[in-house]
């Protein structure tokens, strides 16, 4: 892994952003109106005689959080359909860039725009809804590293599908982290799902990422047993997202579709 | 990498044999180049020149055969190959809403070019597209475009330059400009070539030698002018025209 080469690929990513408007537009504006419209809702049925107490904070939380494994997702997807959309694929396959490097600078990426992206949210849900997201305390360190660890993971398996099967699966950038959400109990507990449902929610990091934070901010704290089922199960997810992107990308250069990608 | 290769040839390609599901892209052939040589891959669309580039770049893998180049065997150096290749083509971009100076600084960076900014000022000047250094890359003409893909892939002094068609989209004018250019550059320094065109005005005055390709197999390999003579036609382009309608007649059994 050479530095040099992933300073490069971060420069450029950079410079893409640092150059578009719209691209950084794009780095608030959904994940504001979310805040916005969840934060609403919610005060309106705090106000109503059913309320959960501490229902906010449950939602604006599992917001932000989900936003973190979205964001670090789309991160690296949408990194190499820039490539693809300014058919600058090739000219960066045929330097001498390694993958891990390619994905190294998509990850430093990613995490800068979600560090970014986050503390707007912390700061509009303080504002607006009075909801502290480091109320979390210490434990939100370990919650984020997990989402964004999961992101990466989704983000490479996504990439390889586009990379397998060209740019008309392109909807499957936005589309895949929402297959999870419902399952990984982003904003309610694993229990509220369906009796065969929970080992299969069970099995996603990002699940045990949700109810330790529901469990902090119900005061219980973090627990060790979420924090290391979300630790052991992201290893797996992501060395397995690794050798799938492996796989993905030798099926490509077999089949002479990663040329082909470049110019398209 | 020692930038001196112990031998003369820069690339040797043995058996190279490439199959897509059922069709055959590529059929067997086996050719070298010599350094400072500049050799033309010519054929007919689907004759298998761009599927041959694409391996030689490592974008493509080999169905059989195998590459070397500089005395390495590409699929397992391919990195510190490619330091010492690089890539121009009509059909590649660049970050559109980024600076010419910007996109190649990130590429200096990743072919590591010692002194980036030195190196890209005086690559400008020597393709004489100063005045675009802080021009948005996607404002740029075609013959813009295609000089600062060339700067692009002159920054690390290729050893092994490959050109895909590089006046593909040019008018005859700055056509004529870039072939001069090319072969002033690569008599210059020495630069081993591989370059493919359907221009054959390119061909006749860039190329040293001519791997004339159809159906994925070399059916003759010679200068501009051999080429010419073997296919007893008056000009290359009608050897072209003749190969592209009758080459099946061409080939050994």
Known sequence: ?????????VLRYTFLYTRSFPRVL???????????????LTQYLQSAPYQVPGFIRFLLGSMILWDVLYRSQQATTI??????????????????????EFFMAT????????LITVAVLTLLSAAFFDFQLFSLGASLIPLFINLLVMGWSVGMVTTGMILRWGQASEALAWGIPFLLQPVCAAFYPVSTLPQWLQPISLAIPATHVFEGMRDVLAGKGLSGFSLFYAVGLNCIYLVGAALLFRYFFNQARHRGLLAKLGTQ | MNRVAKSDLILRVTNLYKTFDNTIAVDGISFHLARGEVLGLLGANGAGKSTTLQILLGLTTPTSGQVHIFDRDLSRHRISILQHCNFASAYTG???????????LIFAYLYQVPHPFKKIQSLLQLLQIEHLKNQVTGHLSSGESTRVHLAKALLNDPELLLLDEPTASLDPDIADKMRKFLRHIQQERGMSMIYTSHNMRDV??????VLFMHR??????????????????????????RVAREGDQFLSP
């Open chain 2, 216 to 241: 994925g197999r070399i059916l003759v390999s010679g200068t501009p002018a051999a080429i010419t003579d073997h296919f007893q036609s008056a000009s290359l382009e009608d050897a072209f025209i």
């Open chain 1, 1 to 9: 892994m050479n530095l040099y080469r992933i300073t490069a690929l």
């Open chain 1, 26 to 40: 794009e780095m608030f504006f959904w994940p504001v109106m979310d805040l916005l419209v969840w934060g609403m």
């Open chain 2, 204 to 209: 006749e005055e860039v190329c040293d030698r």
């Open chain 1, 79 to 100: 990194s190499f359909l820039e490539d693809i959309w300014a058919r600058n694929l090739m000219n960066v396959f045929v330097a001498p860039v390694r993958l891990v």
């Open chain 2, 94 to 104: 660049l970050p559109t809403n980024l600076k010419v100076w910007e996109n190649l």
């Open chain 1, 107 to 114: 990850f430093c990426v990613g995490m800068v725009k979600i």
